[in-house]
């Protein structure tokens, strides 16, 4: 695969994007918990810190820069985690390029499940809270479950992800080239960027696989309710209709 040449010309061969919104008090507990698990298992690697807030998530993981190779985006305003997501995959270099939530909802130990299957050819590996191998350490709330369901009724018939079961786990992978494709056409800043890559993914014959995960609920309630999904219902009709730009 294209990880063997990119790591012999000094290439990460993995670039790992953290979204991350007033996450102080978690940044450096999740960075350094990357950095344990990956440096001893000989990995390659480039950590992309995406902060907006004026919590000081940015200057905490900025003081890491000694200790490891991270670097930070990201400016005072509240721009989205879509945008940040974007601009932190844009600004990668690795092989492989992902991105993983800075709550650590789900632990990097899951790479080893995401891999292999680059190597059985597949341009996309996400994770899944929904397939076969997904385990949840804590039940969410009924409310969330069924806010849940209902997004999926109508997403997949508005956008067509008919073979999707989680579109918006945190914790997705893609080959570089593939990366640099998606991001570089896709507009969505908010919560619905999941949503819009992987229906460009469809779009362009990307393969996708999608695997179980072990996710911890944290109980995490910033996301408005009502507020925030007449947002996502708005945005998930401009990715109906939105006419994107052809792969190259």
Not at 50 to 59: K, S
Not at 208 to 216: L, M, R
Not at 238 to 244: E, K, L, Q, T
Request: aromatic content about 10%; overall charge positive.
């Amino acid at each position: 695969m294209e990880g063997t040449d990119a790591a012999m010309n000094g290439i990460p061969r993995l670039s790992l994007v953290i979204p991350a919104f007033n996450e102080v008090a978690t940044i450096q507990r999740t960075l350094r918990a990357i950095q344990t698990y990956l440096e001893p298992r000989g990995y390659k690697y480039e950590l992309i810190v995406a902060a907006d807030g004026t919590d000081g998530t940015r200057e905490a993981a900025a003081a890491l820069r000694s200790e490891m190779p991270v670097s930070v985006l990201g400016q005072p305003q509240r721009r989205g985690k879509g945008r940040g997501v974007r601009e932190g995959m844009l600004a990668a270099t690795g092989d492989i390029c992902g991105f993983l939530d800075a709550d650590y909802k789900v632990t990097i130990e899951e790479i080893e499940k995401v891999l292999p299957w680059f190597q059985h050819g597949y341009d996309i590996v996400i994770g899944s809270r929904k397939v076969a191998g997904a385990a949840i350490n804590a039940q969410r709330p009924w409310y969330r479950r069924l806010g849940s369901t209902g997004f999926a009724l109508l997403m997949r018939p508005l956008v067509g992800l008919w073979g999707i079961a989680d579109t918006q786990c945190g914790f997705k992978f893609f080959r570089g080239h593939v990366a640099r494709d998606l991001f570089s056409r896709q507009r969505i800043d908010g919560y619905m960027f999941d949503v819009e890559i992987l229906a460009l993914a469809v779009r362009s014959g990307y393969k996708i696989k999608e695997i179980g995960v072990h996710w911890q609920d944290d109980g995490d309630t910033r996301l408005q309710l009502i507020r925030g999904n007449w947002k996502n219902l708005k945005d998930l009709v401009r990715i109906r209709f939105a006419r994107h730009t052809s792969a190259a």
